[in-house]
């Protein structure tokens, strides 16, 4: 009997197939998912991590066959099982032909159906030993995780260093875009060369050429010697240039032009100098939706997104949720010299529940202040805070006004994040400055 930990999902229009074939999966302990139209199957694939499809050829609107197609190009992991009940030969070499690994006709036998899925299950256990990181919590990389979504970024990381390409890092924030960044730098053949990380957010856009580029003395008002920019200074290594969405048009036309002849024009020199240095980019903002608003150089887009890297959101991540807390237990329980405490098992479910707007940054810091917080050797539910709580959900009120709502809202996020003002505008997605002008603060 086939191993019944691979995550299955059925497709067929007809319901009272997709009940026989459940019924025969969920009697062996099977994990099924089904969907009547290849549309519902799309939406599961993309929430839920499938091995393993068995789907009907004929369907109204989309076949199998269009569903294959896009497993391949979407989902090439995804080990695929035709089923038909209108068998031709032509029909077999097609199905085979663009991915599908066994090709059954209706009515079949039990012996048959589960023959086939341990045909599959072999190639799927064969892909997952040549993928899985080396390490139990870690990889080679010096981060933590074991997840699928993961387990992509770690190969990502690995083809990026070995080339010296341009990459395009993009993810939510607090998803780890400088931990990644840094790993392609140390493993690739400049790391013994300068790593720059440039926050082109936190730099003010008057001297944000003068950082990058460098001046000469006398350049300007207060340039009262030369001094070399960042990229410069990173000459024969790596610039990270973080939140690059940040950067004005007019920056992003003299990044450009750097990017494409390789050279620097610090301020107040006629003379460019060659830099040679890799450029890694990261992002939390969708560039291509920034191109369509005319906020984002659509040239300079494709010439930072030559080896895009797609960074998971924590609530993507399943059990990693689980494997970073214990990391950060025991991690600030030695900065502190005291004994980890324990996380009890429903606590650790109320985390792994949770949506993590702050993503690793936010779990870090709750781990923090629960190990500073703490009076015993064990981390309960009761001493979550109390959006992590199961709570009876209560009649709505609605007599309050937008400001509000608005106002409690804030006041949750700071309250989540220890009050760091910084993080919680990154998570409600508004700079500092709206942030300080809704909590009524001067700065």
Request: proline letters at 7%; charged letters at 15%.
């Given at each position: 009997m086939p191993d019944n930990k691979t995550p299955i999902l059925i497709v067929d229009d007809s319901i009272d197939t997709l009940e026989m074939i459940a019924r025969k999966l969920n009697s062996h302990g099977f994990s099924c998912y089904s969907a009547q139209s290849v549309e519902r199957a799309l939406d599961i694939l993309g929430k839920t991590e499938i091995d393993l499809v068995l789907t009907d050829y004929k369907m109204p609107k989309h076949s199998g066959l269009d569903l294959i197609r896009h497993l391949r190009d979407h989902h090439p992991n995804t080990r695929v099982i035709m089923i038909t009940g209108y068998p031709t030969i032509e029909g077999a070499v097609e199905a085979v032909k663009f991915g599908a690994e066994e090709y059954l006709t209706k009515p079949f036998t039990d012996e048959e159906l589960f023959g086939a899925i341990s045909s599959a299950q072999a190639k799927i256990l064969q892909q997952k030993i040549a993928t899985k990181p080396h390490s139990t919590q870690g990889n080679p990389y010096g981060m933590i995780g074991l997840s699928t979504p993961m387990t992509k970024v770690y190969n990502s990381i690995k083809k990026s260093a070995a080339n010296n390409a341009t990459v395009l890092i993009s993810g939510e924030s607090g998803t780890g875009k400088e931990l990644v960044a840094r790993a392609i730098h140390y493993n690739s053949k400049r790391?013994?060369?300068?790593?720059?990380?440039?926050?082109?957010?936190?730099?003010?856009?008057?001297?944000?050429?003068?950082?990058?580029?460098?001046?000469?003395?006398?350049?300007?008002?207060?340039?009262?010697?030369?001094?070399?920019?960042?990229?410069?200074?990173?000459?024969?290594g790596t610039i990270f240039l973080d939140e690059i969405s940040e950067t004005s048009l007019s920056m992003q036309v003299k990044l450009l032009r750097v990017l494409q002849d390789k050279q620097v024009t610090m301020i107040g020199s006629k003379q460019a100098r060659s830099v040679n240095i890799r450029v890694i980019a990261s992002t939390n903002k969708d560039l291509q939706q920034l191109i369509l608003q005319g906020s984002f150089r659509e040239d300079l887009y494709y010439r930072l997104n030559v080896l895009p890297i797609a960074l998971p959101a924590l609530r993507e991540r399943g059990d990693d949720v689980s494997i970073l807390a214990s990391h950060f237990l025991e991690k600030f329980a030695r900065e502190n010299a005291q004994t980890p405490p324990h996380i009890s098992d429903d606590a650790l479910e109320a985390l792994k529940k949770y949506q993590w707007p702050g993503n690793v940054r936010e779990l870090e810091n709750l781990i923090y202040r629960l190990m500073v917080m703490s009076e015993d050797r064990q981390i309960n539910v009761s001493d979550l805070p109390d959006y992590l709580k199961f709570t009876i959900n209560r009649s709505k009120n609605l007599n309050r006004s937008l400001e509000e709502v608005e106002m409690e809202y804030i006041s949750d996020v700071l309250a989540s994040v220890n009050g760091n003002k910084s993080l919680a505008a990154r998570i409600l997605k508004i700079d500092r400055k709206t942030l300080h002008n809704k909590l009524n603060i001067k700065e």
């Open positions: 790391s013994k060369a300068p790593f720059v990380p440039v926050n082109c957010g936190a730099i003010p856009e008057t001297l944000l050429e003068a950082e990058l580029f460098g001046y000469t003395k006398g350049s300007f008002t207060g340039a009262t010697e030369t001094r070399a920019g960042y990229f410069l200074t990173a000459d024969g």
